[in-house]
């Protein structure tokens, strides 16, 4: 009896890491919400549960068999790079976002000051000519100037 305790825990332990882990991943936007049906991203609720499983790692640190200790550490490398992942990419849809209202405030585009031959960089920043034909939508928000 007393042998299949630590089994159970075992078990136990590493169904809690794994829950931790799904619930880390579906805050990342990676899983569906099966409440909401949408995957949705929430990377403060992440943290969260990731550092909730650093903190069950230094708290266990020298308790754990072999096999425990590697799931916990492999659970929270994957989670880490996915987590840096994640908010790179949701960073660079954000300034996607800021840079295209932008074009939309004044007829003139973006305001750019400096010389065109100072840095390519700056040459691919700046907005396209729309085809003949199309017109763009105006929306009245993107009016404003917010300088």
Do not use: W
Request: glycine letters at 4%; a negative charge; charged letters at 30%.
């Amino acid at each position: 009896m007393t042998e299949s305790k630590p089994d159970i825990n075992k078990v136990l332990f590493m169904h809690l890491v794994s829950m931790l882990a799904m619930s880390a991943i579906q805050q990342m936007g990676k899983l569906v919400d099966p409440g909401t049906g949408k995957a949705e991203i929430n990377l403060e609720a992440a943290q969260a549960t990731i550092d909730m499983l650093d903190m069950l790692e230094a708290r266990t640190r020298g308790n754990l068999d072999v096999e425990e200790t590697k799931l916990l550490k492999n659970t929270l490398m994957s989670l880490k790079m996915n987590y840096v992942e994640t908010t790179e990419m949701k960073n660079a849809e954000c300034r996607m976002q800021n840079e295209k209202p932008r074009d939309k405030m004044s007829p003139e585009g973006p305001k750019n000051t400096a010389p065109k031959s100072e840095s390519p960089a700056q040459e691919k920043s700046e907005p396209l000519e729309p085809k003949p034909g199309t017109e763009q939508v105006k929306d009245p928000k993107f009016h404003k100037s917010y300088d």
